[in-house]
């Protein structure tokens, strides 16, 4: 009885067994299918772009070039192009944002005609800048980057411009459609303005007049304030001047080239960055070249210097000019010392007593800007905050109604600035001067 027993037990023991076994073999084959099919479909797809959509990538990993640009079929050929959001990101569309398109360099290179000379915007450091039409006819500029032997400089303001314009988004900003690496080609697309810089404007025709420079003014400031105060992290963009303001038909401002732009410290206690000197000649902050200190405070200088120019019509240094005169800043603040501003005036301003008035003005913030030590110099939305005021006291001193026709710089249309203006992005314009955040 009980060795029938010991055998049913034993029979159960082996067909529990059985089952158990065939069960794991049945799980491991549905597993390994599952894997199979994983692994083919993954191989017939192509490879992520670093930093393209649906990679969640930052811009600065796309910067890149991705291994399909190099075999040489029209299909390989596309690059990395995508378009930067405000946080940073080459993202998939969402919140409204439409996908970007694909493009490729045979596009880039049709929308340049082949990179003409006709199309030349202007020239720089990194490169040069040409105006483009992409197929749906909307214009754009197209800066490509130098193609010299182990240019690490070029490659690494393209990867610094791309990865700042990516963070921004302000209307006196230039915004950035996009950026594309194709082999030894570095190509950034951004915002096309057909105004010209300010630095043309200055040196054309008949220039600005007063109310046309304080609105340019205050637009700038603006645009560096919202770097300074409203990025996250904060920039600083180390190249702020005259040709690298552009302005539009409707003589506004935007602030381009953030190839030397550098991100401020998150650390609270920070007081500085020690980084490398960089910058452009006359508009460099002292102290800045002096300690490797690199602060805010350094685009402030830079913008008393622009201020200075702005009012004289002046470059930062006139080599042709005596040595009294040839240092621009010091020769306007040893006027305005003498009480003898108006002698430092663009002679293609029309002088009246509120511009002259303004002038004055302008000049004294423009030499707290550039106090010798950083502690002393205004912020930018101090800055913004003064030049509102100077602005406001300008207009209710001239007569309500525009005067005649004015003549304008011969190479830019007439317009009626004070009739384009427009609410800017980060600003509220009524009685009262009141920054609003971004």
């Known amino acids: 009885m009980s060795s029938g027993g010991d055998g049913d037990r034993d029979r159960r023991r082996r067909s529990f067994a059985d089952f158990f076994k065939a069960a794991a073999r049945r799980t491991s084959g549905a597993l390994a299918a599952l894997f199979h099919l994983r692994r083919k479909r993954t191989a017939s797809s192509p490879p992520a772009v670093p930093g393209g959509p649906g990679s969640g990538g930052q811009v600065s990993a796309a910067s890149s070039s991705t291994g399909t640009a190099r075999t040489g079929s029209s299909k390989a050929a596309r690059s990395s192009f995508s378009y930067a959001s405000s946080s940073g990101s080459s993202i998939a569309p969402s919140g409204g944002l439409v996908a970007p398109p694909c493009f490729t360099m045979e596009e880039i290179v049709k929308a340049t005609g082949n990179f003409s000379a006709s199309n030349v915007l202007g020239e720089g450091g990194f490169g040069t800048v040409y105006k483009g039409k992409l ?41 950035l459609y996009g950026f594309l690496e194709h082999g030894d080609e570095k190509i950034i697309v951004e915002e096309y303005i057909g105004g010209g810089t300010l630095r043309e404007h200055l040196d054309g025709g008949n220039g600005l007049e007063m109310t046309e420079r304080l609105d340019i003014a205050i637009d700038i400031a603006h645009a560096v304030a919202y770097l300074h105060t409203y990025s996250d992290p904060p920039i600083i963009h180390r190249d702020i001047k005259a040709s690298n303001i552009l302005i539009t038909e409707k003589l506004r401002a935007k602030v381009t080239d953030f190839g030397f732009a550098r991100l401020a410290s998150e650390d609270p206690n920070a007081t500085h960055i020690s980084t490398q000197v960089k910058g452009s000649t006359g508009y460099l902050d002292p102290e800045y070249l002096r300690t490797y200190q690199l602060t805010e405070k350094s685009d402030v200088y830079s913008f008393g210097v622009l201020l200075m120019e702005m009012m004289t019509g002046r470059h930062p240094i006139e080599t042709k000019r005596t040595p009294k005169e040839r240092i621009t800043i010091k020769w306007a603040i040893q006027k305005l010392k003498e009480g003898e501003a108006v002698l430092v005036m663009d002679q293609r301003l029309r002088r009246s007593p509120a511009s002259v008035s303004a002038l004055g003005n302008v000049l004294k913030l423009a030499r707290h800007c550039i106090a010798p030590k950083r502690e002393l110099r205004p912020s930018m939305r101090k800055c913004a905050e003064v030049l509102w005021e100077v602005r406001k006291e300008f207009r209710e001193t001239t007569s309500s109604s525009l005067p005649s026709p004015i003549p304008h710089s011969a190479n830019y249309p007439v ?5 384009h203006r427009q609410t800017s992005f980060g600003i509220e314009e009524g009685e009262s001067y009141k920054f609003v955040s971004a």
Do not use: Y
């Open 135 to 175: 197929r749906d006819g909307s214009l754009v500029a197209i800066k490509r980057a130098k193609k010299t032997i182990l240019n690490l400089r070029a490659s690494s303001e393209f990867k610094n411009e791309v990865r700042t314009m990516s963070k921004i988004e302000h209307l006196n900003l230039v915004k």
């Open 415 to 419: 317009r009626d600035a004070k009739n």
